[in-house]
């Protein structure tokens, strides 16, 4: 009897383990798996993660991706790879999450030093991976020189260095001719360059070298601090007496903080235009003590600010599920839309069929239109294969300044710039403000 019963339970276990194993494996098997790969314990890494998760609930929500005549639900990987301090974990990271937790994208990637060896690791695999944070145009460049090995690297997020500061340019160009008008300055404005000392910045350091003479401006200077300084006191003292009209800051790393705090400390009397990506953040007025204010940084966000239909339901969702500003990074949102899209055009999963629908990609985003250069006449430098093109009805970035504890859309402005920047009217955009110390250092004279 009691044999019997034991024969009865094993031939019940077997049958339920049957139905269990099968639903599992179909569970498994209708799902898109999305890794994300960045620095975690970090801004730009926090953001690459908000972004995606929030198309991510999206997507599913609404029913999935259409594949084959199933609905496919987006499984997201979160990587943290710590590549703002090391390019060997961020390598190391990389191959862990192809080899072990089998994506089929990847997204993410900030810090180009760590990139570079992401980048070569996802190609060996031939993955597809969605560059959301790199902006050196050398990363893209690879795509032309060996198209067979590295046509599965896209960019979403940012536009290359070389647009960077062009964007740069015509911001330092409306506050030159602001401060002009309304100062009554006469004579060559003093800008004193300061960036740290990273790859991605060289080539921009270089750029306003030789650009800034060319717009009517002399260069004071060029200053280098580290990525992760944590005093640049005599930087910017050193700075100060060179008596600039405006500091040209470039800073992607937690420096922006350190900078924007001993700034306001020493009240140096000049505009700050740049690039200074902590002061993207909603928590950089807390952080620099409202030291950072008037800081104008380029951005792709502002509360408010209505680049496409997308931007504003986008920053607001972002706000309100973590209480933060997106930064840049959380382009990965846009990444997560124009994969779905590309795969329910496809009809598969396959890299090699992917690659062509995504080099055809015209997708209205967050930040602008985003569409691809091609290989031919259009990718003459700075323009670069798989790089997103960049201008008015595109993506042309805003910039944001702090003004007494708002961050606020200040650029682009209508009425200045030209071939179609003067035209630009994103609804949302106030005027920028003169820094009072500069006013009052100058309004008198």
């Given at each position: 009897m009691l044999k019997n019963r034991v024969l009865l339970m094993v031939i019940i276990s077997a049958l339920l383990l049957s139905l269990i194993i099968p639903a599992c494996t179909a569970t498994k098997a209708d799902v898109i798996k999305i890794g994300v790969s960045g620095p975690m314990k970090f801004l730009e890494g926090q953001h690459h993660w908000i972004g995606a998760s929030l198309a991510r609930d999206e997507i599913n929500a609404a029913g999935g991706v259409s594949l084959n005549g199933k609905k496919y639900q987006i499984e997201l990987i979160k990587s943290d790879n710590n590549e703002i301090l090391s390019p060997t974990d961020a390598t190391a990271s990389m191959e862990r999450l192809i080899t072990v937790d089998k994506p089929d994208f990847i997204m993410g990637g900030f810090r180009t030093e760590s990139v570079f060896p992401m980048q070569d690791v996802a190609m060996k695999y031939k993955k597809i991976f969605f560059n959301c944070g790199a902006a050196t145009r050398a990363l893209q460049?690879?795509?032309?020189?060996?198209?067979?090995?590295?046509?599965?690297?896209?960019?979403?997020?940012?536009?290359?260095?070389?647009?960077?500061?062009?964007?740069?340019?015509?911001?330092?160009?409306?506050?030159?001719a602001k401060m002009v008008k309304d100062l009554g300055l006469t004579g060559k404005l003093r800008v004193a360059i300061v960036a740290e000392k990273l790859t991605w910045a060289d080539a921009m350091v270089t750029s306003a070298q030789d650009t800034l003479?060319?717009?009517?401006?002399?260069?004071?200077?060029?200053?280098?601090?580290?990525?992760?300084?944590?005093?640049?006191?005599?930087?910017?003292?050193?700075?100060?007496?060179?008596?600039?009209?405006?500091?040209?800051?470039?800073?992607?790393?937690?420096?922006?903080?350190?900078?924007?705090?001993?700034?306001?400390?020493?009240?140096?009397?000049?505009?700050?235009?740049?690039?200074?990506?902590?002061?993207?953040?909603?928590?950089?007025?807390?952080?620099?003590?409202?030291?950072?204010?008037?800081?104008?940084?380029?951005?792709?966000?502002?509360?408010?600010?209505?680049?496409?239909?997308?931007?504003?339901?986008?920053?607001?969702?972002?706000?309100?599920?973590?209480?933060?500003?997106?930064?840049?990074?959380?382009?990965?949102?846009?990444?997560?839309?124009?994969?779905?899209?590309?795969?329910?055009?496809?009809?598969?999963?396959d890299p090699d069929t992917l690659v062509p629908l995504f080099e055809k990609t015209e997708y209205l985003g967050t930040a602008g239109l985003i569409k691809y250069y091609q290989a031919g006449p259009d990718t003459k430098a700075p323009a670069c294969v798989h790089d997103i093109q960049y201008g008015p009805g595109l993506v042309t970035g805003i910039g944001t300044q702090w003004q007494d504890g708002q961050l606020k859309g200040v650029w682009p402005a209508k009425g200045y710039g030209s071939g179609g920047w003067e035209n630009i009217d994103y609804p949302g955009i106030v005027p920028y403000v003169i820094p009072p110390a500069v006013v009052n250092k100058y309004k008198a004279k």
């Open positions: 460049a690879k795509v032309e020189t060996d198209y067979a090995k590295y046509k599965y690297f896209f960019k979403i997020t940012p536009y290359n260095e070389y647009y960077l500061v062009t964007s740069d340019y015509k911001m330092l160009n409306m506050v030159a003479p060319k717009l009517g401006m002399e260069v004071t200077g060029v200053w280098r601090p580290s990525d992760t300084a944590t005093d640049v006191n005599a930087e910017l003292t050193a700075i100060a007496a060179t008596n600039p009209h405006i500091i040209f800051p470039t800073f992607s790393g937690p420096v922006g903080v350190t900078f924007g705090k001993q700034a306001g400390e020493l009240q140096i009397p000049a505009a700050i235009v740049g690039i200074v990506v902590e002061a993207q953040k909603k928590g950089y007025w807390e952080a620099t003590g409202g030291k950072g204010n008037y800081i104008m940084t380029l951005n792709t966000y502002a509360k408010g600010v209505k680049i496409t239909d997308k931007t504003i339901p986008f920053f607001e969702g972002v706000e309100k599920a973590t209480g933060e500003y997106p930064a840049y990074t959380a382009a990965t949102y846009d990444a997560v839309y124009i994969i779905k899209e590309a795969v329910e055009k496809a009809q598969s999963l």
